[in-house]
């Protein structure tokens, strides 16, 4: 949940305050090393700022301009579930005869932020370069998989599976050449390498993904369709035509 205050200082510039509210109910029994994915229930509040600079020439298919989109907050992380000496037990995982756990205080401060740039260049009348970044940060001891960002899909990371990646930390880079067909439409040949980590309580990772693909955006009566064909992989592993993904994509023009 979310409720914020918005203020306009123009035309394409704005800031917004903002309090939110994330709830997790864990309702399996398994240890952490049983579960596919850590998470404890629990929840949290924190406040935050929002700064959107939009110099963008067209919201929906810009050909020259950039966009700077700045999100951080920061708050009280808390935790449920049986304590010890005041302090929550996570079990990690279990003997026949011994429970091996971790543990964490009720209480927590966790910060977080997002930021996206985006830049376009125009090469000729209807081709134009975009150069982006999109990078996120969560700082807090205590993380487990529910906490984290989860990267693939059209959104953010072409060529994965739906939010299929968990990090803490991200930066993805992309390189996209456009070539605009009609006010609302345009095909696109795209780049996008990404720096990740995951630092949680039971696994620290750093890792590198790269995707590369074509995309194909149109417009129909309801709104722009998006569609678009990319390989991915890690860094440890070859780009594979049978891991393809499609993505699909639809803004609503009202």
Excluded: C
Excluded at 14 to 31: A, C, Q, R, V
Excluded at 126 to 145: E, H, M, R
Excluded at 237 to 253: E, P, Q, R, V
Aim: glycine share 6%; aromatic share 14%.
């Amino acid at each position: 949940n979310r409720i914020g205050i918005k203020y306009d200082i123009s035309a394409n510039q704005s800031f917004t305050f903002f309090w939110e509210n994330e709830t997790t109910n864990n309702l399996s029994t398994e240890t952490l090393s049983e579960s596919n994915l850590s998470a404890l229930s629990g929840s949290k509040n924190t406040y935050g700022l929002k700064i959107l600079i939009n110099k963008l020439d067209y919201k929906y298919n810009p050909r020259k301009g950039f966009i700077l989109d700045i999100e951080t907050k920061s708050g009280i992380k808390t935790l449920e579930g049986a304590k010890e000496n005041n302090k929550i037990i996570i079990p990690v995982y279990e003997t026949s005869d011994m429970v091996f756990s971790l543990f964490a205080p009720e209480s927590s401060m966790i910060y977080e932020t997002k930021i996206k740039i985006e830049g376009y260049v125009p090469l000729w009348k209807v081709i134009s370069l975009k150069l982006a970044n999109n990078s996120g940060f969560k700082l807090n001891n205590y993380l487990l998989d529910n906490d984290l960002f989860r990267l693939g899909g059209f959104q953010l990371l072409r060529g994965f599976d739906q939010q299929s990646i968990f990090v803490s930390n991200y930066s993805i880079f992309t390189s996209e050449f456009k070539v605009l067909l009609e006010e609302n439409s345009f095909l696109n040949i795209f780049f996008d390498q990404a720096i990740m980590e995951k630092s949680t309580m039971i696994e620290n990772s750093l890792n590198q993904s790269y995707a590369m693909g074509v995309g194909f955006n149109f417009e129909t009566k309801p709104g722009i369709f998006s569609i678009s064909y990319a390989l991915g992989k890690f860094k440890d592993t070859n780009f594979n035509l049978s891991s393809a993904k499609i993505h699909f994509g639809f803004i609503n023009l009202f």
